[in-house]
């Protein structure tokens, strides 16, 4: 994640502010935001919102092409139908259509501007799904919810203070913060890269989570890996969880599955060993000095690098000549093009746990095919692992299988801008 200098000096300390402080600036930085948003026809979309009452009510925010919220629905059908079950038709879609609506997880809204990862969504998802494709910014109300769930982008800081809130940059951390001072959802669960931690000096993540405190929520964090949980990728995250204050339930982040005296770690053979004969599509082209500055090519016994949103920057296929470092940021790929190749998007997509059966659509504008290609792998790389998502939902979807009364006590809920 790139930091962008504003040359105003070292980190500053976030100040010393009560809960009703914090607060107050919150109350009054989103009615200024507020004020700026214009209702239209986008609200009438709130008389057909599908809610269950024996459900958790999810809406997801940045939802991208789903894969926090796919997790989220295999978390409530472990809980509510068991594991084995649970898998055996994940790796189905005729099968896991047919029992997805057993999970205590039931999606009804989604917000995102991606129109392709939208695209996505709608075709690998239930019927009766809200998609809002529109800013953020410009959401006048929220629908209430029992769970709110997404991974809001991170603005570039060089710098924290005298507070997060007051960076006109941050409007999407602020949205995020709206929706949930307007509808009081049980949960919330922010999923963010690494890098926040160390933003600022550890200042940004200590106003980030004093922010989402004052809303009203008991608030988590932690850096987890993917690979610790079963996907075959070294991908380090934050995750942010938030219980509502009035609920009795304090969140315990999962121990990892997988690792030293646990399941062994999955490998690149054990995830894509099957696809090298037909790895499907695969972005092709000339590989930069930039891509060149560092190895690209883990082996069959590794798990990959993080992948990320772009196809040129897509690791290496593990077959072929290792590449060869040379000096600092400068490495050798021995026969270049002609032995090596970029992951393709069936193998990411496998990389980030995403079933077979979970299909990636693009732009039908006249555009290149390497363009068209690149927007699945824009889409995939920005979405969390799902058995990842599963395992930070998990504990949540165990504990309202026994209480999900009080964990929907939400009388108080109130669609009001503050």
């Avoid at 009804?108 to 529109?134: C, M, W």
């Avoid at 600022?200 to 405190?213: A, L, W």
């Avoid at 219980?243 to 969140?251: A, E, L, P």
Wanted: positive net charge; hydrophobic residues 35%; proline residues 5%.
């Amino acid at each position: 994640m790139e930091v962008i200098s504003r040359g105003r000096g070292k980190a500053k300390p976030a100040p010393n502010m009560s809960k009703d402080e914090v607060k107050k600036i919150l109350i009054e930085k989103i009615y200024q935001e507020s004020n700026h948003i214009i209702n239209d026809e986008d609200d009438l979309f709130y008389e057909y919102l599908d809610y269950k009452d024996d459900k958790m009510n999810l809406v997801s925010l940045f939802s991208g092409c789903g894969g926090l919220d796919l997790g989220f629905e295999l978390a409530g059908l472990y809980a509510s139908i068991g594991k084995e079950r649970a898998l055996r038709a994940y790796k189905s879609k005729e099968t896991y259509n047919e029992i997805r609506k057993e999970s205590i997880f039931h999606t009804i809204y989604t917000n995102d501007l991606f129109e392709e990862a939208n695209d996505t969504y709608r075709a690998n998802s239930p019927v009766g799904i809200i998609q809002h494709r529109k800013d953020i910014r410009k959401v006048k109300r929220f629908p209430k919810s029992d769970i709110v769930i997404g991974g809001f982008p991170c603005p570039g800081f060089s710098e924290a203070g005298p507070r997060l809130i007051d960076d006109e940059r941050n409007f999407l951390y602020i949205h995020f913060i709206r929706c949930l001072m307007q509808t009081k959802p049980a949960f919330f669960v922010a999923e963010n890269v690494k890098g926040m931690l160390t933003l600022g000096n550890g200042e940004v993540i200590k106003q980030i989570i004093e922010d989402f405190s004052s809303a009203g929520y008991n608030v988590t964090h932690k850096l987890l890996n993917a690979r610790d949980y079963g996907a075959p990728q070294t991908r380090q995250r934050v995750i942010l969880v938030g219980t509502r204050v009035d609920i009795n339930y304090k969140y315990v982040f999962p121990e990892p599955t997988h690792g030293s005296g646990k399941l062994p770690y999955v490998t690149l053979k054990d995830a894509i060993g099957d696809l090298s004969e037909n790895p499907g599509p695969y972005f092709t082209g000339s590989f930069s000095s930039m891509y060149l500055s560092r190895n690209r090519k883990k082996e069959w016994t590794d798990q990959s690098f993080t992948i990320q949103a772009s196809g040129r920057q897509a690791p290496l296929h593990p077959s072929g000549p290792k590449m060869v470092k040379l000096s600092k940021d400068k490495w050798e790929l021995p026969g270049m093009e002609d032995l090596n190749r970029r992951l393709s998007v069936k193998e990411i997509a496998r990389i980030q746990t995403f079933p077979d059966w979970y299909s990636f659509k693009t732009s039908e504008k006249p555009i290149n095919e390497s363009a068209k290609l690149d927007l699945i792998y824009k889409q995939i790389g920005n979405a969390v692992p799902v058995l990842l998502a599963r395992a930070i939902a998990q504990p949540i979807a165990d504990w309202v299988i026994n209480n999900l009364n009080e964990a929907k006590g939400t009388d108080n809920i109130s669609l009001s801008l503050v």
